[in-house]
């Protein structure tokens, strides 16, 4: 493995970063919503998008630490271009899954010179009620410190019911190392999506977008990639696919994901 960790200081906050990779073009990985921390799986990341290893420099960025007790959607995006802008990072490919994938719509609508090209994994450009009502039962579990119960009800949204069986126990037993600190830094965060509504937003958004979704995602449901269809409309270089059968994490499970995001990366 030839992975690095990094932490990239900006003005008045920290952030953590993964690279791995050696290529000309570069990529740039925006995770969604976790209980943990990804940068502690930088092993198991940089095996997962290795297709991209030989031609790109892959970056993958935390959210900042030491959160503020109230954090939008829109200062993680100011934050994150910050920290690739303090890395010398600009006209990237910006890949991000569900939380990451709104981040990276503003980064592309409010920097768009950080972003050559775009795509959007089982994300949303507007987060309804409906979508929220999950997540409030996530908040409720943090807040009450009911480690398991949080990590499996995450697992049941996330994965396929056939996924989910296979890794209820070990669901169970990364729940057993969560801490006081992480359940603080997941209730900061999922409270951000509360209202989020970029819609009109993303509107502006000029270079090629991919998004992909899953028909069964039973986080968003199965309309969320449609909806920035529709949004970006008028995007010519917008296009859209949706996968069947492998839920909300379809980005870590459908095994062709990584290489359809090469094929479309490389093009661009």
């Known amino acids: 493995m030839s992975f690095k960790t990094g932490k990239v200081a900006v003005n008045d906050f920290e952030m953590q970063y993964l690279r791995f990779g050696e290529g000309e073009k570069t990529l740039v990985i925006l995770p969604g919503l976790s209980v943990q921390s990804v940068i502690t799986s930088a092993a198991l990341i940089e095996k997962q998008y290795e297709v991209f290893k030989e031609e790109f420099t892959v970056y993958l960025f935390d959210r900042r630490e030491n959160l503020p007790e109230s954090y939008s959607i829109n200062a993680m995006a100011s ?4 920290a ?13 899954t569900s939380q990451g994938g709104m981040i990276a719509m503003l980064i592309a609508a409010e920097y768009p010179k950080l972003v050559s090209a775009l795509a959007l994994g089982s994300t949303a450009c507007k987060m309804e009620n409906s979508r929220f009502a999950a997540v409030e039962k996530w908040i409720a579990f943090a807040k009450e410190g009911k480690r398991e119960e949080l990590y499996l009800s995450f697992g ?8 989910f069986n296979k890794y209820e126990g070990a669901l169970r037993q990364i729940s057993k190392t969560v801490t006081e600190s992480d359940l603080k830094r997941f209730v900061i965060l999922a409270s951000a999506l509360k209202d989020f509504d970029i819609s009109e937003k993303v509107k502006s958004i000029k270079c090629p977008v991919l998004a992909i979704g899953d028909i069964s995602d039973a986080l968003l449901g199965d309309r969320a990639a449609d ?4 949004a970006m409309k008028n995007n010519q270089l917008f296009e859209l696919y949706n996968y069947d059968g492998f839920g909300h994490a379809v980005y870590d499970v459908a095994p062709d994901y990584q290489k359809r995001l090469y094929d479309y990366f490389i093009s661009k």
């Open 79 to 82: 934050d994150t271009a910050e």
């Open 84 to 96: 690739m802008t303090a890395l010398g990072i600009e006209n990237a490919c910006v890949f991000g």
């Open 156 to 163: 049941e949204l996330l994965y396929s019911e056939e996924l």
């Open 227 to 230: 909806d920035i269809a529709a």
